[in-house]
Every structure is written in C-alpha cells, then in structure tokens.
C-alpha cells in the first residue's frame, strides 16, 4: 500500500474527520461493553451452586476488570492521538483500521484469560494482544508524525516512543515468564499502574495528563 | 493516581470533550441494548412449550425492564452532570471510566437477577452493583465539584448528594432484607420511583427536571 | 411522574439535546445489527446438513428482513420526529426511554418470530411488540405536540395520527388472526408496504417523504 | 416506493443529515465490533487442548481477519461517499438502509466461512452476501448521481463504476469456483488486494485515495 498523494486538512473537512473518529468511539465502546457478555450466568444451579459459580468465575471477574482498564487507557491514547492530528490521509485510516482490528481482539484475548487464566497459552495470547496494540499504535503515532499530519512538539513524542516501548515491554517480557510461571506472569501488568515513565515526564514539567495518556 | 496539574476548559476543547460524552454514551447505549440478550427463545420446543417458556421467563422480563428503567436513569443523570462540567482533565476522565466499568456490569447482574430472582445471591449482587454505580456517580459529582470544573450551584449539589445517598440507601438496605426475604427485597426499590427528595426539591422552587436528573 | 416545570430550548441548549439524539440513534444501530445474532451457525454439521440447517433458518432469515426493514422504518420516524422538535424537557426523554425500551425488545421478538414462525405466541408476541412500538412513538408525538414542543402544522400531525393508527391497526389485526391462522398472519403484515395513507397524502400535495416517514 | 418529490438540501439540514451519517457509522462499527463474537472459547479443556482448539480455530482468525478488512473497506467507501452526498431524500436514506441490511449480514456469513471454510456451501454464501454489498452501494452511488444529490465528477464516477464491477466480479467469479475447489475459491480475494485500478487511476493523475475509497 503506497503512500497517499495528499493529504486532506483537518479543519477543512471536520465533518469527514469527525467520522474516523466517531466510527473509532464506537468501536472502542462497542469493545469494552462487550467484556460483560463474557461472564455468563449458568442457568439451573441451586443456591448455594450459584455462590460457587461467581466464585469460580473469580478469574473472570479479574480478566473483566484488568480489560475494562487497558482498552479504557487505550481509548484515552487514541483520544488523545487525535486531538493532535491536524491532517489526515488513506494510510492513516488504514492503519487506524488494523489497529482498532486488534483492539476488537481484546474481549476474546480476556475471554481465554478468564476462562484458563493459569495457563501459558492464555497469558501469551493475551500478551501478544495487547503489546501488537500498542506497537501499531506507536507505528500509527510515529508514521503519522513523520509524514507531518500530527502537531506534537518533539519531547512529547519522545516520551510517547518510550512509555510505548515501556508497556509493549512489559508484556512481551511476560511471555517468557508465562513458560516458566503462568499463574505469575499476570502479577507482572501491575507494574504497569506504577508507571515511572509518568512520573519522570511529570518531573520534567511537562502536561502530565497529556503525556500519560499518549503513553499506554 | 495524583490530581492532574491542569484541566482542560471545554469550551476551548470541544471536540475532544465531545470525544469523553460520545464513548459515554456509545457505553451506556449498548449496555441498554444488551440487555436484550438476557432474553434468549430456547430451541425446539413445542407451541405449548412455548408458552411456559415465556412464563417461566418473566423474571427474565422483570429484570429487563427494571435494568432499562434503572440504566436509562444513570444515562439521564450522567448526561445532565456532563452538561454542567465546564473543564475537565484526566482525573475526571479515569473517573469516568471506573464508572461505566460498573455501569457495563449491569447486564450481567440482571441476568442474574432474572434467572434466580428469589435467591439472595442474585438480589445482594445486583444492590452492590447498582449502589457501587450510584457511589461512583456522587463520588464523580463531587470531586469535579471541589476541584472547579462544574458550573453546579450549592443548592443543587446539596441536593444530588441527598438523593444519592437516598438511592444507594435504599440499594444498601435491601442487602440485609435479601438475607432474610429475598422474595420481598426487589419490592423494596419500587421505593425509588416514590422519591420523596424530588418532591421536596420541587417545593423548594428548584427546577425539577434538572434536580431529579441529577439524583439518581 | 407530573409535568415539568419548563421545558428547555432546543437551539439553546444543542449539545445536551445531541446527547438524547444521539443516544437514541446508538440504541436504534445496536438493536437493529442485533437482529444478525439470531443467525447461528450450528457446529460439527457435515456438508449436506449445512445447506439443510440453512433451508430450515428461513424463518430466521425472514424474520431477520422483516425486523431490519421495521427498525430502519422506526429510526425513520424518530429521525423525522426529532427533526421537529424544538424544545425538550424531564417528560419527553422519559417518554423516549420508554419507546427505546419497546424498541430494544424487537430483536427477542424477531428470534421467537423465526425460530416458531407458524405459532399463535411467536406472531401474537411480534404483533404486540410492533403495536406498542408504534403506539408509544404516537403517544410521544402527541404529547410533545400538546405541550408546544414541536413546530409541526396541524395537517402532518393528523396525517401521523392516522398512519400510526392504521399501523398499530393492522398489528392489532393479526392478533385475532393469529389464534385462527398463524401460518397466514404475517402476510397480513405485507399490506404495511402499500400504505394507502401515504400515496393520499401525497396526493393532497403535502410532502410524501415527511409525512411517510413520521407515519409508521 | 416512488421517487421522492424533493430532496433537502444538506447545508440546510446538517442535523438531519449528521444523524443519517452517525445511524451508519453506529451499524458499521457494531458489524465489525461483533466479528469478535464468532471466536468462541470453550470451557472446560485441559491445557494441551486449548492449544489444539485455537489452532482449529485458525479458520475463523482468517475469516476475522478478512471481514474486518471488507467491512472497513465497505466502510471507508461509505465514509467517502457520503462526504459527496450534497442532498438527500427518502429514497436515498431507504437504500442506504438496505445496504446497512446487507452489511450487517456480514458477521453471520463470516461465522459460517470461519466454521465451515472448505466448503461449497460457505464460501458462495460469504461471496454472495458481499457481492451484494458492493452492487447495492453501486446502485445507491449509481442512483444518487443521477438525480443530482451528489457532486462526484464525472471521472471519478466512472472509475467507481469500474472498480465496484471489479470487485463484485471478483466475488461472483468465486462461486463456479466454489463448486469446483472450495479449498482454494478464498484465495481469489487476495486478487482485491492488488487491485489495479487503483494503480490506474493512480496514474492517471487522480487523487489515489478518494478514487480507491471510493472504489470497492
């Protein structure tokens, strides 16, 4: 797919560019919401079966909650993507399209980590999801920038490159780790709350908030 | 999670706020419609069959509606809150989120309650949800209050946190009263649409749409 | 639930009153993509029974035309209805929660329709369903009209009361039809696509696509 | 359904129009967003089956993969289209809805190639549905254009015409196909990413993107 020839202004054209991103809203919230369809309720159980039954979807409960945040984060990226697209051409579009089809893999990925949330081939399905998504997000954000259709000043893109690199390294770093201890390896994504990279951006003086969420 | 250092006017950022109340709702609009779900036609059944199925179901129909009402409320307070947030910043927005996390659990709680309408498990579940919902929504209301970013006078705040605390009272009472009946503690939020502090409000000389939007 | 107090101007208030649109249209595109849930693919089938199983889902696929054509024709009336109305209040967006609610029933319906097609409960159901559909969308439309809420002449409105009526009329029809024929009612419904009612009032010269679209 | 009298003009019904707009793009997204629904996990496997099960599922990743590529295509067309679309009437908003059908049958025919992808049966069902994607959006482009509702150049819109034929000969040419080697009648669609009228229309001056937008 060759490089578009023009690219279309955004203030020109709110209408059009209003669009991508509405489409991309309902793709995202279409998304999250369909998280819940993946705890269902077993029907015929007895009382005290049904206590027995949330519990043992305890693991889906986690998978739910752990998800409902990332694509929530990832939604404030892309949110906050856009905000600073000022033009925009078909291979942007394109590869937002790739990258929301990775999103739409989520609530599946979270599906088979709730269902056998121990195991090495869940972990990894899970992690190979989510650290595809932030890598072609940071292609989206880097090609888009390169190509002059994004006005982000330099030092919030270079923090945006290293708190991507950050996350997608943490999940593919627990792909190793599901081999040798599945039931760990998801303690590890804790550490991405803690976030130093934030931290660090906030010492520096820049808009907290803004590069927070340009990071995930 | 620190306070972001500085939060956006929405009037200089339109389109990005648009964005947070577009997802909103895009949330709120599918978890509505999902509900519909819980509602399943079993296969291969005879006409008489047929017609026990759908009688058997009426919990099933119960908890429809009482969650459509129940959601479509939340929907109505949200949007009367975000039309009075003036500014916003990634605080706001991360509330937001963890709210529709609890929001989007809806379904599933009243599929809950639709398949074991009588038991405790099902009547304390779905109370916790929706009482987590209402807390998160006060909890919401009054920090973006206390930080600035909502144009609410002292006389309507004062009055949402009343008829929040009311709601989830109620939502909170009726976990005891499940363990004793839980038979009779779905009764107990027919309550809700008596909603004295409306009345009361509305005496005031308040604006009652306004108020009563903003309470549930 | 008594009147509000005020009613709040459309053209002062654009944002919040796009927000009730807008979560209207979200419910009207969920619900209607819905309907494709109710075309399953059964498992482990070999290749005859493949095309034996699809033969046999032609209800569901008539079902799934029928109620994709009735929600588009819905979502064309509220489209058209929203299009006149100027200001809004507390009663309205109950009134069109209400409606959402019917609305969102309709794929649950379509899935009984086409799973027990020849039975006096699925068409009685369906029937049922569509009337109050267009029964409350009548409601709304005289209400708000009673209440100055909307800027349409008083021919439109008397031509909306007898279509809508006309439309109710026939689902009502089939209801008695059904418990005698249930194998023939739904052709019944085929009369809905002659629609006297709109070729007389474009004959008395008012404009046909309004009209027809704020008639169903 | 006769031709409507007279078509509004957009810049005067820019609300109207907007929600037309916002109804599809809502359908699009929740189309693309349920293809996720089709890759069901199983419960109750031991560790070494789960393996097995997602790589007997590889058929329905493919088939993930190929819908969400079509029903972005189909969007971005639709997208392109509609930034064109100067005026619209009934008619124009009637086919749309008959084409947002078609749409939305997409993750039904995409299940059934995903289940039983070797087969016949499957494969002229998914060529089909979409075949009648492509010709009903020609129809709706076709017809537009004639009766002045939208400002496409006369070049462009013949290129539209070429590539639409194009693509939906592409899909018919997969059904004798089908019959004959239903293994390899999928591979046929790779052709449309090669699509060489858009290297066409590329050299000959055009602006590549909105022409191959417009295109399939």
């Known amino acids: 797919m060759a490089a578009e020839p023009a690219a279309k202004q955004r203030d020109q054209n709110e209408v059009e560019f209003g669009r991508i991103v509405a489409f991309s809203d309902g793709v995202f919230s279409i998304a999250i919401t369909l998280l819940v369809l993946n705890l269902a ?34 939604w404030l990226v892309h949110h906050r993507f856009f905000s600073e697209v000022k033009a925009f051409d078909g ?8 990258y929301l089809g990775a999103v739409v893999l989520i609530p599946f990925s979270s599906e088979l980590l709730g269902e056998y949330g121990g195991t090495t081939t869940a972990v990894v399905f899970y992690s190979v999801n989510l ?11 880097v090609d888009a920038r390169r ?8 030092r919030s893109h270079r923090e945006t490159q290293i708190r991507s690199t950050y996350i ?7 792909i190793p780790l599901a081999y040798v201890a599945p039931d760990i390896a998801p303690y590890l994504w804790l550490v991405l709350f803690v ?18 969420a340009a990071g995930l």
């Open 195 to 212: 976030d130093p990279s934030s931290r660090l951006a906030r010492r520096s003086g820049a808009d907290g908030e803004g590069n927070r």
């Open 131 to 141: 650290a595809v998504v932030v890598l072609l997000g940071l292609l989206m954000h």
């Open 168 to 174: 997608a390294g943490i999940f593919l770093l627990s």
């Open 91 to 98: 291979r942007l579009i394109s590869l937002n399209l790739v």
């Open 41 to 74: 309720v077993e029907k015929g159980l007895t009382e005290g079966e049904i206590d027995n039954e949330l519990w043992n979807q305890r693991d889906l409960f986690f998978a739910y909650a752990i998800s409902f945040a990332v694509i929530g984060r990832f």
């Open 147 to 154: 190509r002059g259709l994004t006005g982000i000043d330099p």
